[in-house]
């Protein structure tokens, strides 16, 4: 009986020790340096707020964390949509100046991988900034560093919340340098291919509410990209006048 | 006994090791596509929205009686000629199976309609209509970009208002109806 309870207890304490070396894994770093802020192309800054009731709309299936907003916005509960949000949300410009409206599609990623550092989210954005144009983006989120710098840390927390300065860029890809895929729609941006990165700037997170003083920054580098080639093909500048 | 612990100690990080590497975290519940095959021009997938019970949102200026109830959608000039709209789409066989935005606006840029289509389990697609309507109020589309399955495909795409006339009582409206139809370009390397 004691040889049973001691293979328990090392069971255990293995499985501990595991979860310890994941969550602390020294292989996981900060994304704190866009691959954009090094590009002589012009860029488009985009800003908004993550929290839900700063947005026009936020809906999931109504029991996740974050509840949906306004309240009676109907909620995706049916089984194909239910690991999926949605957000309708104001956008500004570099200057903090309204600059249009996005709408983001979120749904989290069965290539997510806990041994690996990856807890990923595939989203788009669709983009419309009146006086350019329209943006439609593609990207994989990674959500590991903001989950173990903030999200854990709020749960372990005896007030149930985090307040510190935490900033990051959640974009993981599909390019090769870590950057979304902007295809443009409309506007100055038709019919070209570019580059973007998301970051989010926390300042403050709830277990109640979720993230209430988390602002989120898309940065578009006006630059036309190979698509199958990524990063690694000759770029060429967007035409004047388009 | 300290033996007997070690070696559950290395079980036990063997156990949770296997565990998180064969036991998917996330597995997104799929519905069967339903795809017909037209020759000559690809594979063509209907969805459609149910109106009014599949529009999560309506964000348009100036709305008597906003949806969602509480919804405040700015009222400035910047967004005074654009007006958007988020679904839930369902596939021929009326199950829900993702979610769309539709924006529409005309400005100095010019007219625009477009469509964004989440299909989580599947990826996305970002239509882009032309801003006339077809004779039976069809507005013909192309394929902008694709993610995931949908990102080596090009193609066209339509939409059109398809009023109920079933009569029943719990009937909708009516629907609207996209019908996308793609085909694979080949050569581009997949995300």
Known sequence: MKYLAALLVGMFCGAAALAVVLYYNPFVVSNNLSPLSVTDSEVVHLSYSAAASDSFIYTNDGESQISPHPAKVLQLWEPTVRQTSARVTQLFDGRGSAAGFGVKFSSASERTSLLDGEILVDSVWHIYLPERGSLFIEQTENYWNYARDIVVPAYRSSGNNWRGIWLGNITHGPGALGTAWVAGGNGQFAGIDMEAVEALSAKAYSVADGPVGVSGEITVELQRRERAQSLSSEVQPVPQGQ | ?191
């Open chain 2, 1 to 191: 006994m300290i033996k007997t612990f070690i070696a559950g100690v290395l079980l036990g990080v063997a156990a949770v090791g296997a565990a998180l590497y064969f036991i998917p975290v996330v597995d997104q519940t799929r519905e069967s596509s339903l795809i017909n095959v037209i020759p000559n021009v690809g594979n063509e997938e209907v969805f459609h929205a149910n109106i009014p019970t599949d529009r999560i949102m309506i964000g348009a200026p100036k709305q008597a009686t906003p949806l969602p109830v509480g919804l405040d959608w700015p009222d400035d000039a910047l967004l005074a000629d654009s007006r958007a709209e988020l679904f839930k789409i369902r596939n021929a066989r009326d199950a829900v199976v993702g979610v769309a935005s539709r924006i529409a606006a005309s400005s100095e840029t010019g007219e625009l309609v477009e469509w964004v289509l989440h299909l989580p389990a599947r990826g996305s697609v970002y239509l882009l209509m032309q801003s006339g309507l077809q004779d039976g109020g069809m507005r013909l589309g192309a394929l902008r970009a694709g993610t995931h399955e949908f990102a080596d495909l090009r193609g066209e795409a339509s939409e059109q208002w398809i009023a109920d006339t079933s009569g029943a009582d719990d009937a909708p409206a009516g629907r609207i109806e996209l019908r996308a139809r793609f085909a694979s370009i080949g050569g581009r390397q997949s995300q």
